[in-house]
């Protein structure tokens, strides 16, 4: 359907060839998110801005971050992974529920993070809460009472990458369950 020039996708009715076809661009899009937001770590890591490291930490704070670091590897993995198994025949081979409940997962997990970051950037920033949603000061949140504009600029990027990236696995989630639809 055309609609002001714009082409708007049917909801329940997309056919089946242009479901698939929305699907493979929703999903190759998720991919290529996930590289950009892989680059962007690299990026963080090449400027010098640091994350928290377990080994800074001592006790059952060590032992919490070395799991938390654990996880995150394998939703990175998980995060490479499932935007392709929504496409490939490989992806076949998971059952369809399960590839749904994964980008489900990471819409939400992504989405919530992105959003509250930069709703919490916001309020800290326009000063309507000086402590932001978390109640943490700049120096909390940056490391620094003055932190670079480098920094605030990377937590901002980082923020919003977060938010599109929940965004775009919701995209994905949409599409793969129309082409389940088709199928």
């Given at each position: ?118 709703a919490d950037a916001i309020a ?60």
């Amino acid at each position: 359907m055309i609609v002001g020039g714009m082409r708007i996708l049917r909801t329940a009715s997309s056919s089946g060839p242009e479901a698939v076809r929305v699907n493979r661009v929703a999903a190759y899009t998720a991919f290529a998110w996930v590289m950009v937001f892989l680059a962007w770590h690299v990026v963080w890591a090449l400027t010098g801005l640091a994350w928290p490291e377990a080994s800074e930490r001592h006790g059952a704070a060590r032992v919490v971050a070395e799991a938390f670091s654990v996880i995150v590897l394998l939703m990175v993995a998980v995060g490479v992974a499932l935007p392709l198994a929504l496409v490939q025949a490989w992806g076949r081979r998971v059952p369809a529920w399960m590839l749904a409940a994964g980008v489900w997962f990471g819409c939400v997990l992504l989405g919530a993070r992105g959003f509250s970051g930069v709703a919490d950037a916001i309020a800290r920033a326009t000063g309507v809460l000086p402590h932001g949603l978390t109640g943490m000061t700049t120096e909390q949140v940056y490391g620094s009472a003055h932190p670079s504009v480098w920094a605030r600029v990377a937590g901002a990027v980082t923020d919003v990458m977060f938010a599109v990236g929940g965004v775009v696995f919701g995209v994905a989630g949409v599409a793969f369950r129309r082409v389940q639809r088709t199928s």
